[in-house]
């Protein structure tokens, strides 16, 4: 429950641009089985957004990298949604990735607060997204447009060569927003990869399975990340 700052901080030692925080839901539809676990976890220990907006109360003392809040609508909901973006953009969060706003909702009743609050807006496409609909969300997005490498849960095997025609595809449409690629991306071969077409990349399976197999979790991160980045 108390590593959340603590963990953040290692990333941040160790090299990484950006972080995503998830916040944990019983039914997290976008994840596979070791993100769902861990979020079974968290709930376990009493993880609620509540407590989470409120251990992050001062990590901007610490944090200087960029931090974007990952989760689902419902939770968000039944802490009341204005009250959580204005909490979220009065903490420093940067921006929302929330897999389940879809477009209609967000330009008609949600996207008002998000951006009032000066919160970016993270859109998710997938190879099967229409053209048309890649430059809707795209128009939409603001701080990057999330390119998930395939239509299935976080964590699963991606068979790469086929990503990296989806990923070509969004390079030629020269879209606005910077394209970071998630979903499969697990090791230094498939970061480079993506990162070949791509802005950068997204590690969250193969993170989480690492530190939650470890006995010292943020000595770890250090260990995962420069076996990436080197």
Do not use: W
């Not at 944090?63 to 809040?69: K, Q």
């Not at 128009?139 to 964590?155: K, M, P, Q």
């Amino acid at each position: 429950m108390s590593s959340t700052i603590d963990v953040m901080l290692a990333l941040q030692e160790n090299g990484v641009d950006m972080i995503e925080l998830g916040m944990p839901y019983s039914d997290p539809l976008a994840d596979g089985p070791v993100i769902q676990a861990s979020s079974h976890q968290a709930l376990s220990n009493g993880m609620t957004i509540s407590v989470l907006l409120e251990q992050l109360t001062a990590f901007r003392k610490k944090i200087h990298l960029p931090v974007l809040l990952m989760g689902y609508m419902n939770p968000i909901l039944q802490y009341g949604f204005d009250k959580f973006c204005e909490r979220a953009a009065g903490l420093g969060i940067d921006g929302l990735i929330l897999p389940d706003l879809p477009v209609y909702e967000y330009e008609n009743e949600y996207g008002e607060a998000i951006k009032k609050n000066g919160l970016d807006f993270i859109f998710l496409v997938t190879p099967e997204t229409s053209e048309e609909r890649i430059r809707k969300v795209d128009e939409l997005s603001t701080g990057f447009l999330y390119a998930v490498s395939s239509s299935s849960t976080t964590g699963n095997d991606k068979d790469f060569e086929r990503v990296e025609k989806y990923l070509k595809k969004l390079k030629s449409m020269q879209l606005k927003n910077p394209i970071l690629v998630g979903f499969g991306i697990k090791d230094k071969a498939t970061f480079d990869t993506a990162c070949l077409h791509a802005n950068g990349a997204i590690i969250g399976t193969a993170f989480i399975k690492s530190i939650s197999e470890n006995k010292y979790p943020v000595k770890e991160v250090g260990k995962f990340i420069q076996k990436i980045l080197s």
